[in-house]
């Protein structure tokens, strides 16, 4: 099929400042691609949609361009630019060959404001703080900078008479909402064209917008430095409009943008996975290797320098030609011995190792390990959480991305080996802030007795620390608040950062640090994340193989659970090797969405939970029925309950197996 010229959209502008070669991945449908197919999931995690329209109720008199059709969009733009006064939603302005949606634009006169709507935060009361000392973007504000920079660039072109001046509208952290219901005026609906969209229900008055939750930022000085520039973090000396012209080319003529290869190729999403394989779909990043080093695909196969753990310097191996794992030395890694069990770098060189040695043999620090399962207390308690931010406040009295603690599950291990599902937690009620309740039921099912605690990372640690907060700044703090404060002191530490400093008698022991401490599996590929240490010990561990191979899980009488029936969890493969169990969960999205929702989760802030927080979102704004509310409320339990199985089964695979 010949290829069919694409403008340079916002969205791909912002796409070229990662990685310019993606443009051209992007404009191919023959490429792979596993970024999220619909874009409602990702605003839907990060409160985008909502944060969009409540920014137009902010511009009473605007009128919506609601086309998706591009000629037909920028027909109806054009006569609506034709009037003195305007306020516009979603107006398409084009020039040569770019085209941008603007959130809303603002006409008076000769004067055009632009305001780029955005679910990222700031805190007005601290200032605005989007540039370094060096007068340029920080890397988490460069992509909001460049892309309202952009569409200035773009719509002052289109109306050269005019004086356009850009804005970032963002939430504001420093505002608390007086009223309690917001966020359900803005509901997830599905129209007639199967297109789910966000529908403002019900009238908001004007005390539901005082104080306004968003506040639109003055970036024209930034964009005027923007333009300035002639370095743009992409190794090219060019001018903004030269790099305008050059990503508007590629889209235009199908041209191929070289860039650098570096340690942000870890997370391309333009890889081919088994199914696209099978298609016959392209894989980017490997036509990238295949292109840059002359690499042969086969040893795409091979552990690679990108797969090295908690590794800076990445960049600095691959410019100098170092590809593979097993070329690294031990004078790249810098190795320094650590006090308490493995350093970084010697987790790090043990990596490259096994590389070099085609070693696929674990690594375990028995005596460091038992020494420190030795100062454990019983009954052993097991705990995960999902939590999420929400844009726009549960509430009254709730700022913007305050964050939500929505579900726990907790697993007990008695000193007798015995195992058990013991509790767990899940709001699913609209609109309503469950922290206060969340602590609530965790102190009830960790009070009952004085054993260890566990977590999975530092995830755990931060939202209880957040709940605190959360508590002493409560205009009108729970009866219980003193208690709860205690408690969640009792089982954390400190922040870093904290002016108050504590460290819990019962404070909770990250399994995470203990992996990371005495334990390697090179069938982990680097990572620690659970989701491969998990099935990396259970592809090992003749206990877990002989125990779970039968439905003793959720039987009453061996290992009680309260989502699952009698269940087998380790089950076998056409190639005798045993499932992921979390392959074998019911999934919160099709099949298709939840593996995307997971490879997003790896490398942004979905990390905890990626697809457990969009099912939430999905049941606080979305019109569903009972039954696919019980339905997903029933795959959230089943989601969390393994989380903290798996940890129990990484323990009793160090207890009975090594």
């Not at 993606?22 to 404009?27: I, N, Q, T």
Request: charged share 25%; hydrophobic share 35%.
């Amino acid at each position: 099929m010949p290829f069919k010229p694409k403008p340079l959209t916002k969205s791909r502008f912002t796409q070229a400042l990662s990685c310019p070669t993606k443009l051209y991945y992007a404009c191919d449908s023959d490429y792979a691609n596993q970024s999220l197919d619909d874009p409602f999931l990702a605003a839907l995690a990060e409160g985008g949609f909502q944060v969009g329209e409540l920014a137009k109720c902010y511009f009473p008199e605007g009128v919506e361009v609601t086309s998706l059709d591009t000629d037909e969009a920028l027909s109806q733009t054009a006569a609506l630019m034709a009037r003195e006064t305007v306020t516009i939603f979603e107006p398409a302005i084009t020039f040569n060959d770019c085209l941008v949606r603007v959130d809303v634009l603002v006409k008076r006169g000769d004067r055009i404001d632009i305001h780029e709507v955005k679910a990222k935060s700031f805190d007005s009361s601290q200032g605005t703080d989007f540039l370094k000392r060096d007068g340029t973007p920080k890397s988490d504000w460069k992509k909001y900078l460049y892309d309202v920079a952009f569409q200035k660039w773009v719509v002052q072109r289109a109306y050269p008479a005019s004086s356009v001046s850009a804005h970032l509208m963002l939430s504001d952290k420093s505002v608390r909402t007086r009223t309690s219901g917001l966020n359900q005026h803005f509901p997830i609906v599905t129209d007639a064209n199967g297109r789910k969209r966000v529908q403002v229900a019900g009238i908001l008055s004007s005390e539901d917008l005082d104080p306004p939750l968003l506040t639109s930022v003055n970036v024209d000085v930034i964009c005027a430095d923007i333009f300035a520039a002639t370095d743009h973090g992409l190794g090219v000396e060019e001018s903004f409009e030269q790099m305008v012209s050059r990503f508007s080319q590629s889209c235009r003529d199908h041209t191929l943008l070289d860039y650098r290869f570096g340690k942000q190729c870890k997370d391309c999403e333009y890889v081919a996975l088994a199914p696209d394989v099978k298609a016959k779909k392209l894989d980017g990043r490997q036509a990238c290797f295949e292109r840059k080093f002359g690499l042969e695909p086969s040893v795409l196969s091979e552990p690679t320098v990108l797969d090295l753990w908690g590794f800076l310097r990445k960049d600095q191996l691959l410019e100098a030609g170092i590809i593979r794992l097993c070329d690294v030395t031990e004078d790249d890694i810098n190795v320094k011995p650590g006090d308490d069990g493995l350093s970084r770098t010697e987790r790090q060189w043990l990596q490259v190792e096994k590389a070099k040695n085609n070693d696929d043999s674990v690594w375990v620090d028995l005596e460091g390990l038992r020494a420190e399962m030795d100062s454990w207390v019983y009954p052993l308690h097991f705990i995960d959480f999902e939590t999420t931010m929400v844009a726009i406040p549960f509430g009254a009295n709730r700022r913007p991305y305050e964050g939500i603690a929505f579900q726990f599950s907790h697993h007990i291990v008695e000193a007798d080996g015995s195992v058990r599902h013991a509790g767990q937690f899940l709001n699913t009620e609209r609109g309503y802030f469950p922290n206060y309740d969340f602590v609530r039921a965790l102190k009830s099912e960790l009070t009952q007795d004085t054993g260890s605690i566990f977590k999975y990372s530092a995830h755990e640690n931060t939202y209880l620390n957040l709940i605190i907060e959360q508590l002493r700044e409560d205009p009108s703090p729970p009866s219980d608040s003193d208690e709860l404060i205690a408690f969640i002191k009792d089982i954390t530490q400190s922040k870093s950062d904290s002016v108050e400093k504590w460290y819990g008698a019962r404070n909770m022991i990250d399994l995470l640090e203990v992996v990371k401490k005495y334990y390697f599996d090179p069938r982990t590929k680097g990572s620690n994340s659970i989701k491969y240490v998990l099935p990396a010990i259970i592809s090992r561990s003749k206990y877990l193989q002989a125990r779970y191979s039968e439905p003793v899980y959720g039987d009453p009488a061996q290992i009680p659970s309260l989502n699952f029936p009698p269940w087998q969890w380790i089950k076998f493969g056409n190639d005798k090797k045993p499932i992921n169990p979390y392959d074998q969960l019911p999934p919160l999205f099709s099949e298709a969405d939840d593996l995307k929702i997971e490879l997003l989760s790896e490398s942004n802030a979905l990390a905890n939970g990626g697809a457990a927080l969009m099912a939430y979102a999905r049941m606080q704004f979305e019109h569903m029925s009972d039954y696919e509310r019980d339905e997903l409320r029933a795959a959230l339990l089943k989601y969390c309950e393994l989380d903290t199985l798996a940890m129990v089964m990484i323990y009793e695979s160090w207890t009975y197996d090594l």
